[in-house]
């Protein structure tokens, strides 16, 4: 298995533009999580799916966020429009069961 | 807002030392796990301890849990160089990871 796949893996914006990050999760994996890792703040989880199902989008940061899960095999965070706070690596994981497995990371640059 | 905090955040011992990592947390857990995650690498699960065990080995890795005090420890015995990395400790909570702040080893050759 190829474990999860993130694209792109360095998006460099300006601000105002819209940003769309993606991930393909592990197959057969039924739940899948996106996180944002700054310096200042750390590994924060935005939301999280089940079945494709958002379950929990309490840590989204605010109405410029959004993200969708159309199917098992892909999802998509959204910024729109893009702030230079934006700045971080966003990570997607996915599990079956306890194990949580991350991808690569997308580096965001918003200028 | 991140749950757990690690000390200390940065450590460096001589390749062949044992390191040791700790973390503490503030609410109910299902479970806590480690991570380490290499320099602008993505997070790498090493080993998992559920709330009702105390203690559990992993080949060079040992982790200690205690509930009664909210915290865990991370033990890398025998240390290599290709340890280096930071290391973060995350508790689940139906099925919620947060992560703690991380914990950067450098291991010197």
């Known amino acids: 298995d190829a474990g999860v796949i993130q694209s792109p893996r360095h998006e460099v914006t300006e601000m105002g533009q819209e940003v769309t990050l993606r991930c393909k999760p592990i197959?057969?994996?039924?739940?899948l999580f996106w996180y944002r890792q700054t310096m200042m703040r750390g590994l924060e989880l935005l939301i999280y799916?089940?079945?494709?199902?958002?379950?929990?989008d309490s840590g989204m940061p605010e109405d410029r966020f959004s993200a969708k899960m159309p199917n098992a095999s892909f999802s998509t965070l959204k910024i729109q429009p893009s702030e230079p706070r934006d700045s971080a690596v966003y990570f997607c994981a996915s599990s079956l069961n306890t194990d949580k497995y991350f991808g690569p990371g997308t580096r965001l640059t918003v200028t | 807002s991140q749950q757990g905090e690690e000390d200390p955040q940065a450590l460096s011992i001589q390749e062949g030392e044992n390191a040791t990592m700790n973390c503490s947390y503030k609410?109910?857990?299902?479970?806590l796990q480690w991570y380490r995650q290499n320099s602008g690498r993505g997070l790498v699960h090493l080993i998992l301890?559920?709330?009702?065990?105390r203690e559990k080995h992993s080949g060079r890795l040992r982790v200690t849990l205690d509930t009664s005090k909210k915290s865990s420890s991370l033990l890398i015995t025998a240390s290599r160089a290709a340890d280096t990395a930071s290391y973060f400790c995350?508790?689940?909570?139906?099925?919620?990871?947060?992560f703690g702040t991380g914990t950067r080893l450098t291991i010197i050759p």
């Open positions: 197959s057969g994996h039924n739940s």
């Open positions: 301890i559920r709330s009702n065990e």
């Open positions: 609410t109910s857990i299902n479970n």
């Open positions: 995350a508790t689940e909570w139906n099925e919620k990871l947060t």
């Open positions: 799916f089940n079945n494709n199902v958002p379950i929990d």
